[in-house]
């Protein structure tokens, strides 16, 4: 009985150390593997595109060569880029210099709203103490809501200036899409013959939570950032196309993301006037639940479960690794080591019988 004890924590205590170890070297390795992260992630986006070009026939019912559907997709993505880009950027950049202008002078218009809000006579009848820190309250939260939003921007036009310069990216995305059986083939062929099997089974399931996450996560974003959007041009907020595009970035940050994007709309329109305030509040709360209760599980459905615990603890030490950047690759990641546990974790351990 006793080694049988002693044997159980020595197996946990060493499983530990090596999952530790490896997110050790997984943080250790982000940073320069960047472009090869953003480039599966481009992978899996366009390749839907992809398969869908090669059900086409041609000749006497012969296949699209597999390089000239890969060079199909990426022209098919760049010219609807390169027409959203034509439509929306040049606005989109006009309120984001206007947003950033305007910042330094928002905590005094955010003062005055808030004594608009609960009147002046009712403060004055405060005692100083009380007063003093209400105002030290309403400059925290509005510091933390300009500092929240003045940093997702910046850092959004930050990554999009340093992809710019990832010149291996669209090489990395072009060989991924052509090759990835040979690829995989690769990866399989390190793993011993009696655990290539397994390997094979591994990679698949990872393959295809990815890709069914991408493409719905590319559809969330789009039906978010439209949607919210449009409702705020209705009420008439200003900076909409800013409001749009931090609704398609944290519809990619499960949870939080919704938080973050309702407080940050919510305090742009509060410049303008309360009432706005309101129903900006309304309109972000009813298309949350919408998107919770009706547009997510039609979507994303049961492609990713994750208890919400995990993702808010993923999501945070995403953000502390790499900002941005780790916020959005978080849940993927977080649902790759959910597979890895599944197939890995309790290797060579024999389930006990149910009494």
Known sequence: MEPLLNKKPHGMVFKSLFAL??????CFVADFMLPV????????????????????????????????????????????LAAAIHILMVPL???????????????????ATMNMIFGLEARSSLPPNVQALIDQALSSISGSVMTIAQDLV???????????????VPFLTFYFLKDWRTLKAMVIKIFPYD????????????????????????????????C????????????????????????MIPLVGSVVGTVVAVFVALLQRPALALQVLILYLVYYQVDS?????????????????????????????ASVIGLIFAVPVLAIIKILYQYFWHVGEVKPAKS
């Open 154 to 168: 910046t850092s959004t036009f930050r990554v999009a200036r340093s992809m710019a310069s990832m010149v291996l």
């Open 93 to 111: 950049v006009t309120q984001v210099s206007t947003l950033s202008r305007a910042l330094p002078g928002l905590a005094v218009q955010v003062t």
């Open 195 to 226: 655990k290539q099997e397994l390997a094979d089974r591994v990679l698949t399931d990872i393959g295809n939570m990815l890709c069914t996450y991408v493409d719905n996560m590319l559809k969330l974003c789009l039906v978010a950032a439209g």
């Open 228 to 251: 919210l959007t449009i409702g705020n041009y209705i009420l008439g907020v200003q900076y909409t196309l800013v409001l749009g595009l931090l609704a398609m970035i944290t519809e």
């Open 37 to 80: 992260f953003i480039s599966v992630a481009f992978s899996y986006l366009l390749y839907p595109i992809v398969r869908l070009i090669q059900k086409f026939r041609w000749g006497e019912g012969r296949h699209i060569p597999d390089v000239l559907a890969v060079l199909l997709a990426f022209i098919i993505f760049f010219l609807f």
């Open 293 to 321: 209760q009706v547009i997510m599980p039609n979507l994303v459905g049961k492609a990713i479960t994750l208890h919400p615990v995990l993702i808010i603890l993923a999501v945070i030490i995403g953000g502390k690794i």
């Open 21 to 26: 170890a490896a997110f050790a070297a997984f």
